[in-house]
């Protein structure tokens, strides 16, 4: 089950982050509306929700809804994005599979594919094509 969870997990992060690579530096801070996030603080509330889910599904400690100002720059985001994902990965590997685990798991995964799809719709709103999805 650990495997097939990991296995999960990788697939997100490689997409997720083929999906910000694709989108060029000058867009990042661009919004398709202005009263939503851009592209970089969508991805960077993914990666913090990865951080806050992990926090509280997956090692059941409460933490507050306190993300911090997100970082400057395509480097930057993607950096952080990607560091949210390992330390997802590190938790996994090192914690007892339990139904919590497991379902927190999930419900990170769901949050980050929901978001993962608005920011693909970000990008075709600049004319890309996102990337192919493969799993």
Do not use: C
């Not at 801070?29 to 603080?41: K, L, M, N, W």
């Not at 509280?56 to 994005?81: F, H, M, T």
């Not at 608005?118 to 004319?127: E, K, V």
């Amino acid at each position: 089950m650990k495997a097939s969870l990991l296995s999960t997990l990788s697939n997100a992060r490689q997409y997720t982050l083929q999906v910000a690579e694709a989108m060029p530096e000058k867009h990042f801070h661009v919004s398709p509306e202005t009263d939503i996030r851009t592209f970089a603080e969508l991805l960077h509330h993914i990666g913090y929700g990865i951080s806050w889910s992990e926090e509280n599904y997956i090692l059941q400690q409460q933490a507050d809804w306190n993300p911090p100002a997100a970082p400057v720059g395509k480097a930057a985001v993607i950096a952080y994005l990607g560091l949210s994902f390992d330390m997802l990965k590190a938790t996994l590997e090192s914690v007892p599979l339990t139904e919590e685990v497991i379902a927190g798991f999930y419900a990170t995964i769901d949050h980050v594919t929901h978001h993962r799809g608005q920011a693909t719709i970000y990008l075709r709103h600049q004319g890309i094509v996102p990337p192919e999805y493969v799993y």
